[in-house]
């Protein structure tokens, strides 16, 4: 699985820098939206996976007694989903605007910041 | 002495009120009276210590600053300390009152005098560190405060230029004698200056010895404007008089000088010392000499002949004989009094007909009768005519470089001699002789505080060439420390008629004829030779800072029109590409060793969601309408949170599938508003696009694989399952990890979502007006080249200021 999944993670990454090489802007946000899929996915996998064993304490014991899933890269990718989803929030915010203002959505006519 | 620092240095920060309480007191500029209080007050604790230093008792302080970097504030008075502290205190006393006429009812003398008094105690600590790290930090304060006092009148171009010229020169030699100190430092295994003077056999047959010696002399050099560095200091005129007559005659160009003599008994004695500060310094001394005689700007003349003298003593240094170094801190002397005096003079002069331009002064001597007996008192030191200091300091030092066996050294002195007497026919007489000229028709004496200074100062060079046992004194303490060991001194006004004494008067007679020469408008008989000393020097070491100056500037224009070329997907690529590469030159050699074969242990639907995950993202890639790409990126993000399901992380599937939802509803209702895509790029483009990005997705591939060979046995959490409930009560250890063990951190990922919320909330709320009256689509044609006809509008500006942010 994890070589399946290794390669999965470096389809998104590619899928998400060829999106983010684009002109258009708004084709760059989708693949911004790849990219945290794929580091978060590029996280989990690299933490080890365990089928199935959720990283929660049993009642009755003080630690677990099996082996379950890590929960450090969990913590970590919980914090990274909430984080990218505020990074592209803005970011979808800030080029609605400047198209707003700016009436391109073409990368190429956003070089200089004076209009 | 810390307190002396100390004290000047409040001084400096009180400047400022001084002069606004006492000009509202009505007092005008009689702050430079009151400011001058402090560093009188310094001038006499040094003199009160003139006993115990002349007996070879040094005082000293130590204070342990940073001990893990052997970085100590250790400050030593010798006899070098004391004469070079003596100059920095008593003169700067009478600038400071100087400089409150010569700016009288200006709004910038609070600062002018903060300045002043910064610089004082930055050159007194220089003077008085024992510890070469300390020495370099007040020779760097020095390059600084004399870079805002050069460039005080900041309104000027030139004013600018200049000091930005001194500080490049001067910081820059600063630069180079950083690492040479170091290497001293290293060579010596100690920073501390006394300690050094120990063990200098063993240094001067160090390995690092030339090369140190070599950083330590450009840092030395750039500082007293030796050639081929000498070009700054006529530009530093750029700066007002009192800054002139203190900085540029008495004591920052000094600073190099100093270094010079107090690094003398550690690094002198060579031949490689002797011959390299010998050169330099006499060639300096001639140069500056011709080229004083070159200029017709008061000012100018006075800073080519400081560079003449600068020259002269850094020969002497560099000889090194104990006669040359006790001459050596005469001329110094000699010259702080009668250059620090005769740039006052120039001060007045300029006060008060607004012309320092030799050729349109004359008649001075019945307006200005004061400014006049300075002018005589400090012209005939510099002359050196009997029986100023001046005269006992070229005795001493003919007869020193007489005695350096078959050297063109007593030559070249002669030669800079006769320059500077024929200078001082420029600066003493021609202005005050002669009938008056158109502008020196109006002229008047200034007050008090104007010819007073220049006056004091002449007086003492008369003084101390009449009564020379004191201060033989003190150079004797000082040439002491310089040479290493005890020199004997008796200066004496007159030493009989001997060889000494008739090279003087040649020298006399010398300068007279040249500077009749010269006054008769002969000039064109002696024109060629001048250009020759412009081709080879102003022009040379000039040039090329210019020359450097500009390619630097257009190698940064160049480099920055490359690199921040405004393409972001340039920036991008190069951001891809360097990773890439930087990760395969890493991983090059383990991979082979590292990577085994791995387990293909799967189930089918953990391969039916790879396989949806990898072929939702072709679609999003190869979407032609922004619904299905944001449909595909759903799907990805929804199998996502299937595969976190899988492998028991159902916390992050359950936030990943919240995300998710709201991440598409977003994208939805924003991107309604946005146009259709456009193909922007060629098929080409996209070919050498879909390489980049499938050799960075393959490395990702790769690099996760290895990076799970190389995993370590025992996982960090293994910690945190084990005291999950024994520590924080919690039996969902993701959670307890959010808000227990690393709360922090969630409180700064809350605090980001929070900047991101009032961000997305400002951009939002900021509609233009336009929008506000309801007139239609955004990306209407007629309201967008509105928009675009009115920059700097608060959209505008507010949204090219959040994109900064974003790029940054």
């Known amino acids: 699985m994890d070589i399946l999944l290794a390669i999965t993670v470096g389809g998104l990454y590619a899928a998400g820098i060829y999106m983010m090489l684009r002109r258009n802007v708004v084709k760059l946000l989708i693949g911004l939206g790849l990219l945290s899929h794929a580091a978060n996915l590029l996280l989990f996998t690299a933490g080890g996976l365990v089928r199935g064993r959720v990283p929660v304490v049993p009642d009755e014991g003080a630690w677990p007694l099996v082996i379950v899933a890590d929960p450090l890269p969990q913590a970590l990718i919980l914090t990274a989903i909430v984080i990218s989803f505020a990074v592209l929030a803005f970011a979808l915010v800030l080029i609605y605007r400047t198209y707003q203002t700016l009436g391109t959505e073409d990368l190429d006519e956003l070089k200089a910041t004076d209009t | 002495m810390l307190l002396w620092l100390l004290a000047i240095l409040i001084a400096a920060a009180v400047a400022p009120t001084v002069n606004r309480v ?42 342990d600053w940073v001990p893990a970097l052997n970085l100590a ?8 300390s004391l004469l070079f502290g003596l100059m920095v205190t008593g003169i700067g006393a009478l600038i400071l009152v100087y400089a409150g006429a010569y700016l009288k009812g200006d709004d910038r003398l609070g600062q002018l005098w903060m300045l002043l008094l910064l610089f004082m105690a930055a050159m007194l600590g220089l003077v008085l560190a024992d510890n070469l790290l300390t020495l370099f930090i007040f020779w760097e304060l020095t390059s600084i405060t004399s870079y805002l006092l050069i460039g005080f009148n900041s309104d000027r171009p030139e004013s600018r230029a200049s000091a930005l010229q001194a500080l490049l020169v001067t910081g820059g030699g600063g630069l180079v004698l950083l690492p040479g100190l170091i290497l001293l430092g290293l060579a010596g295994n100690s920073f501390e200056i006394s300690t050094l003077l120990t063990s200098a056999e063993p240094i001067r047959e160090h390995a690092f010895y030339l090369p140190m010696l070599l950083l330590i002399l450009v840092g030395a050099f750039t500082k007293s404007a030796q050639f081929p560095f000498h070009f700054w200091l006529p530009n530093a005129m750029a700066a007002p008089t009192p800054i002139s007559a203190y900085l540029h005659s008495a004591t920052m160009v000094k600073a190099g000088v100093y270094l010079i ?3 003398h008994p550690i690094l002198g004695g060579t031949a490689e010392w002797f011959w390299m500060i010998a050169s330099v310094g006499a060639i300096t001394m001639v140069l500056g000499a011709v080229l004083a005689l070159r200029a017709t700007d008061l000012k100018q003349v006075l800073a080519y002949a400081t560079i003449s003298v600068l020259g002269t003593l850094t020969m002497l240094l560099g000889i090194g004989t104990e006669a040359t170094l006790v001459a050596a801190l005469a001329v110094l002397v000699a010259h702080a009094f009668y250059k620090g005096g005769l740039f006052m003079v120039a001060g007045a002069i300029d006060h008060s007909v607004h012309q320092r331009d030799v050729r349109e002064l004359g008649g001075l001597r019945m307006a200005m009768p004061a400014t006049f007996a300075a002018a005589c008192l400090a012209g005939c030191s510099m002359a050196g005519v009997l029986p100023t200091f001046g005269f006992i300091a070229k005795e001493t030092w003919y007869e020193s470089v007489g005695h350096v066996a078959g050297s063109g050294f007593l030559a070249a002195s002669i030669l800079s001699n006769v320059g500077l007497v024929a200078a001082v026919g420029f600066v003493c007489v021609k202005p005050f002789f002669g009938r008056r000229t158109e502008s020196t028709r109006h002229a008047h004496e200034g007050g008090l505080a104007m010819w007073g200074p220049p006056v004091v100062l002449g007086i003492a060079g008369l003084a101390l060439g009449l009564l020379p046992t004191r201060i033989s004194e003190l150079l004797a303490a000082g040439s002491g420390a310089i040479a290493g060991r005890a020199v004997p001194v008796h200066l004496a006004l007159w030493h009989g008629v001997n060889v000494t004494l008739l090279l003087s008067l040649l020298t006399l007679a010398g300068g007279i004829t040249l500077y009749w020469i010269l ?3 002969q000039l064109h008989r002696l024109k060629p030779y001048f250009y020759f000393f412009e081709g080879v020097t102003q022009y040379g070491p000039s040039r090329f800072y210019h020359w450097l ?9 160049g480099q920055t029109a490359m690199l921040q070329n405004g393409y972001l997907r340039f920036y991008l690529f190069t951001m891809v590409g360097l990773t890439v590469a930087s990760v395969w030159m890493a991983l090059g050699g383990e991979l082979r060793s590292h990577l085994k074969p ?3 242990d799967v189930r089918g639907h953990e391969v039916l969601l790879a396989c949806l995950i990898l072929a939702a993202a072709v679609v999003a890639v190869r979407a032609t309408t922004w619904l299905l790409a944001v449909g595909a990126l759903g799907v990805v993000g929804y199998c996502v949170a299937g595969i976190f399901v899988l492998f028991g992380a159902p916390d992050l599937a359950m936030t990943q599938f919240v995300i998710e939802t709201l991440t ?13 895509f456009r193909r922007l790029s060629t098929s080409a483009t996209r070919g050498r696009d879909a390489l980049i990005a499938v050799v960075a ?8 694989l290895f990076a799970m060979t190389v995993r370590s046995s025992h996982p960090i959490s293994d910690y945190y399952l084990a005291h999950s409930v024994s520590e924080a009560h919690g039996r969902n250890v993701v959670n307890v990890i959010l808000v227990d063990f690393r709360a922090l951190d969630t409180l700064g990922e809350i605090t980001v979502l929070a900047i991101a919320a009032i961000g997305v909330y400002s951009l939002l709320s900021l509609r233009p007006s336009k929008q506000a009256d309801g007139e239609g689509d955004a990306a209407e044609g007629t309201e967008v080249s509105l928009r675009k006809g009115v920059p700097g509008t608060q959209f505008d500006s507010t949204a090219g200021h959040a994109a900064d942010q974003e790029g940054v």
């Open chain 2, 697 to 704: 997705g393959a490395t990702i591939t790769v690099l996760l």
């Open chain 2, 73 to 80: 504030v250790s400050l030593r008075l010798d006899g070098l």
């Open chain 2, 598 to 600: 791995m387990p293909f």
């Open chain 2, 664 to 676: 598409v509803v977003l994208f939805v209702m924003a991107f309604s508003r946005l146009p259709e």
């Open chain 2, 22 to 63: 006492v000009g509202s007191l009505g007092g005008g500029s009689l702050g430079g009276w009151v400011l001058a209080v402090v560093p009188a007050g310094v001038f006499i604790a040094l003199l009160r210590l003139w006993p115990s230093v002349v007996n070879q008792q040094d005082v000293s302080v130590f204070v």
């Open chain 2, 519 to 521: 006054r008769q408008g």
């Open chain 2, 261 to 263: 003599a107090r690094l």
């Open chain 2, 549 to 557: 100056l500009r390619t630097v500037n257009q190698f940064a224009r």
